[in-house]
């Protein structure tokens, strides 16, 4: 039944909040009241969802949707507004409302979606590729234009020049790797800005040389990286891209050779300025000299002070009783050839050098060896005067001192050494896209003589655990249902007798056998670090983890531990006690006896990260075991039902994944949240803490037997 315009406006009061807002909801009333009934409720109902979130939003959206309404159908009007949370989410509200106010831009952008690959999907896949890559460590962003400043790939938001989205992600990973192979083969050594900048027409010497740098960088590629390379010419002969103009084979071929450089193709631009321009290259994007000279000057400078600073440090750290240190030096020895016979392309790898001092080979700190990894890529050499060590006053050290980690969470959240994950959205009924930020941290050693203590303190119940996990290790199996065993399985003969009074043939399989199974588990314990865990409680939690980290040593599972809390979505920490890999050693044992109480309890974030590192395991069964001792709880609006909910999605997600869940809280509040949570028989309530080392192990033990 179609709304009358007074009952518009009082849906429109409640949730635009009129009174406070002073938005017209009468004007916006005589738009939707022409509208059939069904649009009606379907706006008001988007709008809803938009002002739980951004009252302007849903304002927007209102005054918009009524354009697009008869000619969208309704997916997609709900993916355009979902896509403008997800913006606002990630740009802030005025990109959110550009999004809502160019909505006819939006229906031509989910065109290219549907088959196109989304920089926002796509960008963690990236952005491991290029961490994979040798060279400097670079960063992505999204632009409306793709290049690189020799520090930052900028990238398009959709690729779909290709019908299907894997063709397109290929797309994608070429145009990466061009951009990569820029700054790894030196296209910006020589300053080629100022070479071309003395043509008549400086943009055309430009685009030229950026064409002949693509031909040579793609021949670079094919040696560094053949399968990428016959990728790329897949993508080219897919688009009917000319791989070479014939006018331009001879210098092509040139350009391709072993030991070409970027002063080849700058030379070239002279032979060649004549020429037509070739077509660009679908993966080759723009060459912006002037903002690579710009970072790239700024980078130069910087990186000599670091440099020289660092070998100083470590001067002090290898004489430090030698007060005599001015004109001291260190060299770079290779390994392998000499410099002179080394091609430009090829820059030294850790392991392809020694840094020497006095001819004493030292090792380099990483930082140093990243330093001199990014230096060689500007000059394709370390210059000498690099490898003096900063004197005293030289430089002032704090215009170049490095971010603590800490600090890198004071303002805006930083993206080094972090991932991104969605939280869920109760009231909007759709995921926050790359809302939450999490750092993995390592807990610092603390009392070495703790687990000593604790397994002295619980004597008898450790020997006990003990001889309990040893007997699960050596304990057989019944297997049922088989066709050949020891005892008849009583259930399956049942069953079969059933099925020959019905006329069905009796199957073989009616015995049981004991079978001795090699344990294939993999364990995370996720530990709450919150500030409500203080005292009695987290003295518990490590003693806990003391007494099953020394039963588990018996069984043979892997198993990890971590830590987590959190300080709004821009600060969720999880703290790394133990990781798969490693050993149960004594560093270790004083990571546990230093877990101490932090902030607050955002469990999303960390479900979906140990998640992922469960998936990452080669176990046939994978857990992940939560001990707590309250609801999910943050400062910001992460508590009640939106901090329950999105937990309960996160636990959704994990077990699509095949990883079993299951909580051991001793909040006696907890019956009231968790089963919607876990489920009914996935958590226990610990209500007497002195109890939880033996209730702890003691689940464990049924939980994987």
């Known amino acids: 039944m179609r709304l009358s315009e007074q009952e518009i406006i009082e849906r429109l009061d409640e949730c635009l909040e009129a009174e406070f807002t002073f938005i017209r909801t009468d004007q916006l009333a005589r738009v939707l009241l022409p509208l059939e009934w069904r649009h009606q409720h379907f706006i008001l109902a988007w709008a809803r969802s938009l002002a739980s979130t951004q009252v302007e939003l849903a304002h927007q959206f209102v005054a918009h949707v009524v ?16 896509f403008t949370l997800d913006v606002y989410d990630t740009s802030g509200l005025y990109p959110a409302m550009e999004v809502i106010r160019q909505v006819e831009d939006y229906v031509d952008l989910s065109r290219q979606r549907k088959v196109g690959s989304v920089y926002s999907e796509v960008r963690g896949v990236l952005g491991n590729f290029v961490h994979g890559l040798a060279g400097r460590e670079l960063k992505l962003e999204s632009k409306d234009h793709t290049y690189t400043d020799s520090e930052t790939l900028y990238l398009p938001k959709v690729v779909s020049a ?22 790894r083969f030196g296209t910006f050594r020589h300053q080629p800005l100022d070479v071309l900048k003395q043509y008549e027409d400086s943009e055309k010497a430009i685009a030229l040389y950026h064409r002949l740098e693509t031909f040579r960088l793609e021949a670079c590629i094919e040696r560094e990286l053949p399968g990428l390379y016959r ?13 070479c103009p014939p006018e331009w084979q001879e210098q092509v071929v040139a350009l391709g050779s072993t030991g070409a450089t970027a002063a080849d193709s700058l030379r070239l631009v002279e032979q060649l300025y004549a020429s037509a321009l070739p077509a660009p290259v679908c993966y080759q994007g723009e060459l912006r000299l002037h903002e690579v000279d710009e970072v790239m000057q700024a980078r130069i400078e910087r990186e000599k002070a670091l440099l020289r600073l660092k070998l100083a440090d470590t001067l002090d750290e290898l004489t430090p009783n030698d007060r005599k240190k001015d004109g001291r030096q260190f060299e770079l020895k290779e390994k392998t050839v000499s410099s002179d016979q080394r091609d430009e392309n090829d820059i030294l790898e850790p392991g392809m050098y020694e840094l020497t001092l006095d001819d004493v080979p030292i090792t380099p700190p990483e930082a140093v060896r990243n330093l001199l990894t990014s230096i060689q890529l500007d000059f394709g050499r370390i210059p000498d005067d690099y490898l003096t ?3 005293d006053g030289e430089y002032d050290p704090s215009l170049f001192r490095e971010t603590d980690p800490d600090e890198v969470w004071q303002g805006t959240y930083h993206e080094e050494d972090a991932e991104f994950y969605d939280e869920w959205d109760v009231k909007r009924d759709h995921y926050r896209k790359r809302w939450c930020v999490l750092r993995e941290r390592e807990v610092k050693p603390g009392d070495r003589h703790f687990a000593r203590n604790t397994l002295v303190k619980y004597h008898g ?33 049942v069953e079969a007798l059933a099925d020959t009074r019905d006329g069905a043939e009796m199957t073989d399989r009616l015995f049981t056998r004991m079978h001795r199974s090699e344990r294939n588990i993999a364990v995370a314990f996720m530990v709450d670090m ?62 546990i006896a230093n877990i101490e109480p932090q902030e607050y309890t955002r469990m999303g974030v960390t479900i979906r990260h140990l998640a992922k590192l469960l998936g990452n395991q080669p ?58 949570m876990y489920g009914a028989a996935n958590y226990t309530l610990v ?16 939980l994987t037997t």
Request: with cysteine; glycine share 6%; net charge negative.
């Open 67 to 82: 354009r697009v309404i008869h000619d969208m159908d309704r997916q997609t009007i709900e993916e355009w507004a979902a």
């Open 530 to 591: 919150s500030g409500s865990t203080r005292g009695w409680i987290n003295d518990a939690e490590r003693e806990s983890l003391i007494l099953l980290c020394e039963a588990l040593e018996c069984l043979g599972d892997r198993y990890a531990i971590y830590g987590f809390s959190g300080n709004t979505r821009k600060k969720c920490d999880l703290y790394r006690i133990k990781s798969f890999t490693e050993h149960y050693t004594d560093d270790v044992k004083a990571r």
């Open 389 to 391: 060590p900063a004197g």
């Open 162 to 183: 290709l019908e299907n989205r894997e063709d397109n992600f290929n797309l994608f990973k070429s145009i990466v790797t061009l951009q990569w192979a820029q700054t």
């Open 619 to 676: 176990a046939r069964t994978r857990m992940l075991i939560t001990l707590s001792d309250g609801k999910p709880d943050d400062i910001d609006h992460y508590r009640g039902d939106y901090g329950i909910e999105d937990t309960r999605k996160a636990l959704v997600e994990a077990r699509y994944a095949g990883i079993h869940s299951f909580c051991i809280t001793i909040d006696r509040h907890g019956p009231e949240y968790l089963p919607h």
């Open 687 to 702: 209500d007497d803490v002195s109890r939880l080392p033996l209730k702890v192990s003691d689940i464990y033990r049924k």
């Open 231 to 243: 990728r790329m010419q897949d993508i080219k002969n897919q688009l009917g891209q000319r791989t």
């Open 461 to 493: 119940l450790a020997e006990r655990l003990r001889k309990t996990f040893e007997a699960m290790r050596d304990e057989d199996c019944l297997l049922k249902r088989q066709v050949n065993g020891s005892d008849v399985d009583i259930d399956a003969l």
